[in-house]
């Protein structure tokens, strides 16, 4: 039964070795992608919840586009605006919207392709065709 257990304990760490090595770790671009889309759907999601406070109505847009060179700069505004600090929600969204900004400068400066630098497509991003019906 020892060898039995010792061959079994032996296949199970190679099988989680193999998966590991399977799993890529996420990369700079990948981190800053989703980062990215996480922050614009919860700034939707602010914009269009019930809440008593009217500042969420004057943040500044957050649509991020990580390929326009412009997010740099929208995101600075957006953690720069000096209202709303006491909506938990806010104040969370701008922690993220610092740490993607960070990300960006710092840690992924060399590995991210700015393909444009329309700052008016981050203030009304094209909508996606509509489906006809």
Sequence with gaps: KLSAMKTFLSLAALLSAASLANAAPPTCYSR??????????????????????SCVEMLPRLYLDIHNYCVLAKLREFVAYPRCERVLEVSELKEK???????????CRRDLVFLTDDCNALESPALPPIEPS
């Design 97 to 107: 919207a610092r740490s993607l900004y960070t990300i960006m400068i710092s840690y």
């Design 32 to 53: 800053v992608l989703s980062l990215s889309k996480e922050i614009t759907e919860s700034f939707k999601e602010l914009q269009t919840s019930k809440t008593e406070d």
